[in-house]
């Protein structure tokens, strides 16, 4: 069983506003993403992030930033929320070697009204 | 770059049947490894089976097995005895030597029909 938390599970927020997503693994991987998903739709890679003060920017582009000041913590802030934000973000973490899986968490249902 | 095709956007199997779901892939990587992953309609990503490119042997978890075709450049997957609860969305994935990142196909939508 993966120890991978998100919170919150859903969220309905303003438009306008500042929100943080919490990702947090508590299994030491260096490894952690974040995705960015529409219903039924692919997922997109929005931030990575290889260990402690790593952080890259995904193939998608994304208002979002992300930080990582701790191994087990990988936040994503959007400044102001917007409807185009709204979607479905998963955050995953995965060792640093080897051709191991990726351990996903329940995801944050995000709606911007 | 890394490619991941999918071209079953929905399928449907009778109970107790085996279906088979496409994936093949892309890559100029020597080294890569091949990931299937079932979303629920509950959103969260599931683990299934995963292959190295360099296994000589198909992949096999329990009711699953992946039909891994190199020269082809696929990663099918098989569901045997399919169940009510393995409706859902099923993700082929690949992470080459080159980066870091998972490539994900379009998904297959996958419904069984009791």
């Known amino acids: 069983e993966a120890d991978i938390y998100q919170t919150p599970r859903y969220l309905v927020i303003g438009t306008g506003k500042k929100i943080t997503l919490e990702c947090s693994q508590t299994?030491?991987?260096?490894?952690m993403y974040w995705y960015q998903q529409d219903p039924g739709m692919e997922l997109h890679l929005i931030h990575y992030?290889?260990?402690?003060?790593?952080?890259e920017k995904g193939d998608l582009s994304s208002e979002s930033t992300v930080s990582r000041i701790r191994t087990e913590h990988f936040p994503l802030t959007l400044e102001s929320a917007r409807p185009s934000h709204t979607s479905q973000y998963l955050c995953?973490?995965?060792?640093?070697?080897?051709?191991?899986?990726?351990?996903f968490g329940q995801g944050t249902r995000l709606t911007v009204v | 770059a890394q490619k991941i095709t999918q071209t079953q956007p929905g399928m449907f199997v009778q109970e107790k049947e085996a279906v088979t779901l496409d994936c093949t892939y892309d890559?100029?990587?020597?080294?890569?490894?091949l990931f299937w992953y079932k979303q629920p309609s509950s959103g969260e990503m599931i683990f299934l089976i995963y292959?190295?490119?360099?296994?000589?042997q198909n992949a096999t978890e329990g009711r699953y097995s992946l039909n891994f075709q190199k020269a082809r450049k696929s990663a099918n997957l098989v569901i045997s005895a399919s169940q009510l609860g393995d409706s859902a969305m099923y993700f082929c994935?690949?992470?080459?030597?080159?980066?870091?990142?998972?490539?994900f196909g379009t998904g297959t939508s996958l419904t069984v029909i009791p």
């Open positions: 890559t100029s990587d020597p080294s890569y490894g």
């Open positions: 994935a690949m992470r080459g030597d080159t980066g870091n990142q998972f490539y």
């Open positions: 292959q190295g490119s360099y296994d000589q």
């Open positions: 995953a973490s995965r060792e640093m070697r080897g051709n191991t899986e990726a351990f």
């Open positions: 992030s290889y260990g402690v003060n790593s952080t």
């Open positions: 299994m030491g991987h260096d490894k």
